[in-house]
């Protein structure tokens, strides 16, 4: 089992920033692919980002591209998530996932193992 702990949420003014991390439990982090999904209130769950097991690549959903950046350190265990020229609409719980090798890095039910979650808020 792989337990995932995301933390760095919090309430943020728009344009500002904040840096998600995720925290692995599990001693072969570096063989996993990494996600970050998002969850709006009444809203489906939305790909954010992700990168795969050796950082050689990485995926943006269109509507972060240029303004989130995702990470990994597998020396540590964890995933990050920067986020810059925050907008209200960004405003959500966030999630991170892992999965040992999913065929779609954009979708949810492709990854076996989540966190908890970490609440964003965006104020205008």
């Known amino acids: 089992q792989v337990q995932l702990v995301e933390s760095g949420g919090g309430l943020v003014q728009a344009g500002g920033s904040l840096r998600l991390s995720c925290a692995a439990s599990t001693r072969t982090f570096g063989s996993f692919s990494m996600g970050w999904f998002r969850r709006a209130p009444e809203k489906d769950l939305q790909f954010v980002a992700a990168?795969?097991?050796?950082?050689?690549?990485?995926l943006y959903a269109d509507s972060v591209k240029g303004r989130f950046t995702i990470s990994r350190d597998n020396a540590k265990n964890t995933v990050y998530l920067q986020m810059n020229s925050l907008k209200p609409e960004d405003t959500a719980v966030y999630y991170c996932?892992?999965?040992?090798?999913?065929?779609?890095?954009?979708?949810?039910?492709?990854?076996?193992?989540w966190g908890q979650g970490t609440q964003v808020t965006v104020s205008s």
């Open positions: 990168v795969t097991w050796s950082g050689s690549k990485t």
């Open positions: 996932a892992a999965d040992l090798a999913p065929r779609d890095l954009t979708y949810s039910p492709g990854y076996d193992y």
